[in-house]
């Protein structure tokens, strides 16, 4: 049986991924959920003991392919040499450095949240993205018109987090020989799908929006089952 490790970004939560985790399930996977949301409900802690969490919370078998989807890439490289991950599937996020110190957004998204942050600190996520083209790429406007009936429960998982997660960073171990691959869904990680097609890594494109995994699930699933089918573990 496939074990898939789905590690969705600190900045929403598991809305975002549910309807592919359902689709998976109904293919005959095993699926982990993480939710670092669940074991803070109160306040947010520091980046490092947010990633804490996602260790004890995983089954060690089957040996799981973990899932980073958006800035959960990070969390991913970073969880995956921790728990004897077979493989490492990036969707639609940053790729992160093989190892050192990295923080959880690049620069690009830093430099504008740092702009925006006020007293009570980042926004939520979904005001992340006031421009119109940003919008309908990264942020809500895509699941508005095609599944409506997840903005509000996506919207009330949003959280504001501390502004000085902007300079926190994680220490990864080296996870560059962890057969690794790479979904991209946006027009946004298209300079991340090429340096994936660089490293000779199997790449799948879906031309949909950021939330993808939220709206289409299936054809999301899908492309994780294919691109698991085509590493070599």
């Known amino acids: 049986m496939t074990h898939f490790v789905l590690i969705t970004g600190p900045f929403v939560g598991r809305s975002s991924m549910l309807d592919t985790a359902e689709a998976l399930r109904r293919s005959g996977s095993m699926v982990t959920e993480p939710n670092p949301h669940l074991d803070h409900p109160d306040a947010i802690p520091p980046l490092q003991d947010w990633a804490d969490t996602l260790p004890p919370a995983i089954p060690r078998g089957p040996a799981p392919i973990v899932v980073g989807y958006s800035a959960g890439t990070v969390l991913a490289t970073w969880l995956a040499p921790r728990i004897g991950a077979s493989a490492l599937l990036l969707v639609d996020g940053d790729i992160p450095p093989a190892s050192g110190p990295c923080p959880i957004l ?21 005001d992340w993205w006031t421009d119109l083209s940003m ?27 501390p502004t000085d997660w902007l300079d926190q960073t994680l220490d990864l171990t080296d996870w560059s020989d962890i057969p690794t691959g790479y979904l991209r869904l946006s027009r946004f990680f298209d300079e991340q799908a090429s340096e994936a097609e660089k490293r000779r890594w199997p790449v799948q494109r879906i031309d949909g929006s950021h ?18 089918g085509e590493l070599e573990f």
Do not use: C, K, Q
Request: charged letters at 30%.
């Open 211 to 228: 939330l993808h995994p939220a709206i289409m699930g299936t054809e999301t699933a899908g492309a994780l089952m294919a691109l698991a």
């Open 106 to 126: 690049p620069e690009r998204v830093v430099s504008l949240l740092r702009r925006r942050a006020g007293a009570d600190g980042l926004p939520r996520w979904s």
């Open 135 to 161: 919008e309908e790429e990264i942020g809500l406007a895509p699941l508005a018109r095609n599944r409506p009936d997840l903005v509000d429960p996506m919207s009330r998982e949003e959280r504001r987090f």
